[in-house]
């Protein structure tokens, strides 16, 4: 990826790094090589192996970990190679790293790990010997390869765990859904648990463990990169608002492009990450200098998770907010 220029149409808003920003981004990025303290890794990102830099990161000191490893599919993230291999092999790989991450995190912490179906199992199995597994989300991407001998893939698991079943935070009043009624009951006149507005009629939803309101990044949002497996910004920010109090400190140890750091800027929480490829490493600092400026998420405003398409009226909301 590096110099690589690519020709671009002009709507196209990928977030690309030029060799000047390359050797000024370079400045944010960290090495860990001597056991450090807490205050030390806040906000901090580390491009290196997780393997070589775990051993040296405090105990017990995250509130939330998210993690989206390689899946057990072949993959190039831009020379770093990941190889599909059997069942068996896959669940050693993630024994490898997920007992340390899980020292991570505090007594009352939280965990998600990322899948697709076919890392799925291995996924819960390693997972479900250390943690108290509370849900398995499923996400449908809308996105997925046609093939012509099985069904489409277009749906992606997100294993949600907990140290402690008895303390552990979740704010589900953060991560309401606004949705459109479609068949709008009234009682003596009055709309049941849904308001009238000039732009139809909407209610506020508990959400479930089915996502079908978010889009994979492409090429028009603000928050595309050219990572191939990056996630979106609106789905991060459903497990930071939800699992993570305000100020609390949000940990990923493949942190790709960098979404779960600067989701977690944007919401005035603490983070930490590790990227082994520098490109991806490089990227998630100039996403984080963005969030400096901006702090919107794609999807998420009024403190309110909107549908797809509806990016016009989520805007008409958002004036009318600021004009009140
Ligand atoms: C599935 S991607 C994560 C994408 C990320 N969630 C995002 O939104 O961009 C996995 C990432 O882990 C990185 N990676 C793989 N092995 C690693 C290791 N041992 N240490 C640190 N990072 C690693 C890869 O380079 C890749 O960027």
Redesign the pocket.
């Known amino acids: 990826m590096p110099n690589m220029e690519k020709n671009r149409a002009t709507r196209n808003r990928t977030i690309v790094l030029s060799d000047s920003e390359r050797t000024d981004l370079k400045k944010d990025l960290c090495q860990l090589n001597t056991s450090s303290s807490v205050d030390e890794v806040l906000n901090k990102i580390?491009n290196?192996?997780?393997?070589?830099?775990i051993d040296y990161l405090p105990k017990h000191f995250v509130d939330l970990l998210?993690i989206?490893?390689?899946?057990n599919l072949s993959?190039d993230?831009?020379g770093?190679k990941?190889k599909a291999t059997d069942d068996k092999t896959y669940i050693e790989y993630v024994r490898c790293?997920l007992p340390k991450v899980l020292e991570l995190l505090k007594p009352n912490g939280s965990i998600y790990v990322?899948c697709d179906w076919k890392s799925t199992s291995a996924i819960y199995q390693v997972m479900s010997e250390y943690v108290t597994i509370k849900n398995r989300i499923t996400w449908q991407r809308e996105k997925g390869r046609g093939a012509k001998t099985n069904w489409k893939n277009a749906m992606e698991d997100i294993w949600f765990g907990v140290l402690n079943d008895k303390d552990y935070y979740f704010d589900v009043a953060s991560v309401m859904q606004k949705r459109r009624v479609l068949a709008p009951y009234k009682v003596d006149g009055k709309p049941k648990d849904w308001i009238e507005t000039e732009d139809g009629n909407f209610r506020l939803t508990y959400p479930s463990n089915f996502w079908d309101d978010i889009s994979i990044?492409y090429w028009s949002m603000p928050e595309n990169?050219d990572?191939?497996?990056?996630?979106?910004e609106k789905l991060?920010a459903k497990l930071i608002l939800a699992s993570c109090p305000r100020q609390g400190i949000v940990f990923?140890?493949?942190?790709?492009?960098?979404?779960?750091c600067v989701v977690a800027k944007k919401l005035g929480r603490h983070y930490c990450g590790?990227?082994?490829?520098e490109e991806?490493a490089l990227?998630?600092s100039k996403r984080l200098r963005m969030a400096e400026e901006n702090k919107d998420i794609q999807g998420y405003s009024d403190g309110v998770f909107w549908e797809r398409n509806t990016l016009s009226l989520q805007k008409k909301s958002q004036k009318a907010s600021a004009e009140q």
Request: proline share 14%.
């Open positions: 580390y290196q192996d997780l393997l070589e830099a998210i989206d490893p390689p899946y993959k993230f831009a770093f990941f790293w990322c990044p990169t990572h191939p497996t990056q996630k979106p991060i990923d140890p493949f942190l790709g492009s960098g979404t779960t590790i990227e082994i490829n991806y990227l998630s």
